[in-house]
């Protein structure tokens, strides 16, 4: 081969080798400084931050916060920084302030149970927090907890008539209402992560200005009774109200404002579609709400019309010359020693 088609051949695979190496160099560069922002991580702790938008009265679950890198220079004394704090303990705590997505939880913007405005902060706008006193029979036994809804039960005894006798009726009047505390505890208590039942003379519950006042009327007609409702009940009302058109969902709404709206809307307390029973549905031996029980129509058949009493015929002579007594009620009358018939009515 000629040296000068050589020269230029290998003239040309060295001007190759080095725009090779100049395009690597080019690139590497370039996305160089964007590996090391996307690997560079905030410098500083973890503090405890909203993971979504946390209105007024929200009760804190583990869902609900968590920790984020913050930067040093901007932590402030009141955040909750991991290590110092314990997140547990937030649990069950309620919003006092909003809180947007991504703020920093403070010592303040939290109200724990058992603090003062607690249960306060725990009411939803334009709601009211009511007492009622309960037993172990009317009180489920104590199975029911802050949290729970329920439904409340009036049973009462109405007065009949002179001759009639007490209608006994037990009737659902309120239901989807919210429990808040158990006498004077707002939160449940845990042995060995075991929940523990116990008794409890009181109950505070949610409910709207109209309820409360039902509520009160209701303490003097009779007892009051808790029944505790299924949450699958609960979801199936929802359900319901959704195709009714009574709750509408906005369109164009997104997951969390739907997740709000229907949340609202489920822990609603209801004092509409009442249900009743009557004595005389439990019992044949007592009245119902329309008069009689089954019993009284069983052993009372309706009266028979008795016949016309015959006209008391006056005294005469009989066919054999005696007397006849006069028919109908008579009055015997004695003057000593004698005694005279005389029948009712005579003169």
């Known amino acids: 081969m000629d040296k000068k088609k050589l020269l230029l051949l290998v003239g040309a695979l060295i001007v190759a080798i080095g725009t090779a190496f100049a395009a690597r160099s080019l690139f590497s560069g370039a996305t160089t400084p964007q590996a090391a922002a996307a690997a560079k991580v905030p410098e500083g702790p973890k503090v405890l931050v909203a993971q979504r938008a946390l209105p007024v009265g929200t009760i804190i679950t583990a869902d609900s916060i968590g920790y984020q890198p913050w930067p040093k220079d901007m932590v402030q004394d009141a955040y909750f920084v991991e290590g110092e704090a314990d997140m547990s303990k937030m649990l069950g705590t309620v919003v006092r302030h909003p809180i947007t997505a991504g703020e920093p939880i403070t010592q303040g913007s939290l109200v ?37 809804h329920i439904d409340l039960v009036l049973t009462q005894t109405v007065r009949g008539g002179e001759d009639a006798m007490a209608l006994k009726a037990a009737e659902t009047i309120l239901r989807n209402l919210r429990v808040l505390a158990t006498d004077q505890s707002t939160e449940q208590e845990t042995v060995d992560g075991k929940t523990q039942v116990r008794q409890f003379s009181t109950v505070t519950i949610e409910v709207t200005p109209k309820i409360a006042e039902e509520i009160a009327v209701a303490q003097t007609i009779g007892t009051i009774s808790l029944s505790l409702r299924s949450l699958a009940d609960t979801s199936t009302e929802l359900d319901q ?67 016309a009493p015959a006209p008391a015929a006056p005294m005469g002579a009989g066919p054999a010359g005696g007397m006849m007594m006069a028919r109908g009620p008579v009055v015997r009358i004695s003057r000593g020693k004698e005694i005279e018939t005389v029948p009712v009515g005579s003169k």
């Open 241 to 307: 109200a959704i195709a009714s058109g009574a709750v509408k969902v906005p369109a164009g709404a997104t997951k969390a404002q739907e997740e709000a709206l229907l949340k609202t809307a489920l822990g609603k307390p209801s004092d509409g579609g009442t249900t009743f029973v009557t004595g005389g549905d439990v019992s044949r031996f007592q009245r119902k709400a329309s008069g009689r029980s089954d019993f009284d129509s069983m052993q009372r058949p309706a009266p028979i019309a008795a016949p």
């Open 112 to 148: 724990a149970p058992g603090d003062r405005g607690f249960l306060a902060a725990a009411l939803g706008p334009g709601m009211r927090a009511v007492t009622i006193p309960v037993s172990a029979r009317t009180g489920v036994a104590g199975f029911v907890f802050p949290g729970d």
